[in-house]
């Protein structure tokens, strides 16, 4: 498997889309309505990298961007906006989203190679942390 | 000034006649008041007419009632010469239009006091008219002028809510069309690799074969609502940004750079900018804008053309800084400049053009107090023009050479 997907958009259409062609190349995909039902879906499954909108009713994806940050670090962010506005792009950065795409989205490869960077990014954290695992708690302690 | 006179005596009208001539007026002499009529109804008509009440055919007061009723606006001043002298015929003629009243047998002084009197009414006339004059044509300016403010306005705000709410369905349907392609070629490249593809059947190849130009249709479609939904949010958030103290050279040399992969190899650009121009106070992104939309427009303009050149000129006139974009294109039909700053309007092909280029800058460039024109050169191609407000008064020796360094 390449890696688990959040996609969370309010628009159905797009949601089904994006959603399509991350299967289509392999990912692993569930899809939020909006912010509150994108944490409750985070709580409950493995998440990798979640692809979220902006402008959303109920929880807005910058206050999503920010909770995820709190509550998993672990977790990559990538922003997609239609509505492009430095606030909105400051936002994104301030709160360290890794990337923010704007719609229409007319190259998806530039999405597919976000994706593809955040994953990549991650595996070297759990490979990181998998080595860790391994280590005797004392050879970490000692170093200096 | 010219006066008409309409009397049926002979005797009478050459007194008259003779009084007015020597004190220089030109004199239009009728013998009746039909003739008189007809006089006064030609566009040039004198403006004093001094008319004998008693006439054969039409008499005086007849003539001013008619007058009175067929022109409103460009009426003569009218003296009604009677022999009447009761009250009630004063009233009478008064009452039917005439301006003044003179009793015969009247002095040459009296006579000539009253035209004077007359001619005074007409300068007076004249002078509210063309007055009322002005201010109609002011007022139908103004009100283009908020007509044009008021469409922009609305264009404006419509375009920023207008392309987010495009936005998103052009993201599924770009989205998916790419899907799809990418879907298409695995479908395809699979049953190919098995020797699965139906080889018999002429529908199925048309299929097979035309199905990526369709996707591609639909893409390029996608990508055309794309650059018009950009165009109209630039066209909103034109306003966004700071003002800062900028050379327009810098400016320039940003647009340039800009425009590098537009401009063709056989397109010669000429910069003829001098050193010590002094700093301008505005959006340098905006004014990057302007420059690049002159320059693409020029470059448009010259198209496939083997030779192209385009010129750009800043100089100082009247403290403002003047800038002229000129190219060697075809110029402008002289039907087409009077729309090419209407939002949309284009000549260019669908696709080539969203006509919102110089709508947009010519916004900008008046917010900026400053202002944008087209005209064609003599010896062809067009020339826009523009002035930008300079960020302090030029001093003809130059800001730049008397600021002294620390
Ligand atoms: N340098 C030029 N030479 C000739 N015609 C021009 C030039 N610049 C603009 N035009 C005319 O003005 C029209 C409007 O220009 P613009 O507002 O920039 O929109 P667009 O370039 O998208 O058509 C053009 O379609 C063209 O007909
Ligand atoms: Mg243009």
Not at chain 2, 111 to 120: C, F, N, S, T
Not at chain 2, 244 to 269: R, S, V
Not at chain 2, 277 to 284: D, G, I
Request: glycine fraction near 6%.
């Amino acid at each position: 498997m390449k890696g688990n997907l959040l996609i969370v958009d309010d628009e159905k259409e797009i949601r089904d889309m994006l959603s399509r062609h991350f299967r289509l190349l392999g990912y692993d995909v569930l899809t939020a309505e909006h912010g509150l039902d994108a944490l409750s879906i985070l709580q409950k499954k493995r998440v990798d990298v979640v692809i979220s909108d902006i402008i959303m009713p109920e929880m807005d994806g910058v206050d999503l961007l920010r909770e995820i940050r709190k509550q998993y670090p672990m977790v990559r962010i990538i922003m997609i906006t239609g509505y492009v506005t430095l606030e909105n792009a400051l936002a994104c950065m301030r709160n360290q989203a890794d990337t923010c795409i704007f719609k229409p989205l007319n190259d998806l490869g530039e999405l597919e190679e976000a994706v593809q960077i955040a994953i990549a990014a991650q595996t070297r954290w759990t490979r990181k942390f998998r080595e860790l695992k391994g280590m005797k708690p004392d050879t970490h302690g000692g170093q200096s | 000034m010219r006066v008409l006179i309409a009397e049926d005596d002979s005797v009478s009208r050459t007194v008259l006649e003779a009084i007015l001539k020597k004190n220089n007026y030109s004199v239009l002499v009728t013998e009746n008041g039909v003739e008189a009529f007809e006089a006064l109804c030609q566009p040039d008509a004198p403006a004093i007419a001094i008319l004998d009440w008693m006439m054969p055919r039409m008499t005086g007061l007849e003539v001013v009632q008619q007058i009175r009723l067929e022109y409103r606006e460009r009426s003569p001043y009218i003296i009604m010469l009677t022999s009447r002298k009761d009250a009630q015929s004063l009233v009478q003629a008064l009452g039917s239009g005439a301006d003044d009243y003179l009793a015969k047998p009247y002095g040459p002084e009296e006579l000539l006091a009253r035209i004077r009197v007359g001619e005074r009414m007409v300068q007076m006339q004249n002078a509210l008219a063309d007055h009322a004059r002005e201010m109609e044509a002011l007022a139908e300016a103004r009100a283009k002028q908020l007509i044009h403010a008021d469409r922009m306005a609305t264009l404006g705000v419509l375009s920023a809510s207008m392309a987010h709410e495009i936005n998103n369905p052009v993201t599924f349907i770009s989205g998916n069309t790419q899907t799809l392609q990418r879907a298409w070629t695995i479908l395809t490249e699979n049953l190919k690799n098995r020797k699965a593809l139906p080889q018999d059947d002429p529908q199925i190849s048309f299929i097979l074969e035309e199905t990526p130009a369709m996707l591609e249709g639909i893409l390029k479609g996608v990508n055309r609502i794309t650059q018009i939904v950009k165009g109209l949010k630039l066209y909103a958030h034109k306003g966004a940004g700071e003002k800062t103290i900028c050379f327009i050279q810098d400016i320039l040399k940003n647009a340039l750079e800009f425009c590098q992969n537009i401009i063709q190899p056989h397109m010669e650009i000429h910069v003829d900018v001098p050193e010590d121009l002094p700093e301008v106070f505005v959006h340098p992104q905006q004014i990057e804008q302007v420059f690049i939309n002159l320059i693409t427009n020029a470059v448009h303009a010259m198209g496939k053309s083997h030779s192209g050149e385009i010129r750009i000129m800043a100089s100082i006139r009247e403290n403002r800084m003047r800038i002229e974009i000129k190219d060697k294109g075809p110029g402008i039909p002289a039907d087409v400049l009077p729309k090419i700053f209407q939002p949309f309007f284009t000549t260019k092909k669908a696709g080539d053009g969203t006509g919102l280029g110089l709508a947009i800058i010519k916004d900008i460039l008046e917010e900026h107090g400053g202002d944008l024109h087209a005209a064609n050169a003599v010896e062809g191609g067009a020339v826009f023009t523009f002035h930008l407000p300079l960020n302090q008064p030029y001093v003809q020796t130059g800001p730049l050479h008397l600021r002294r360094k620390p």
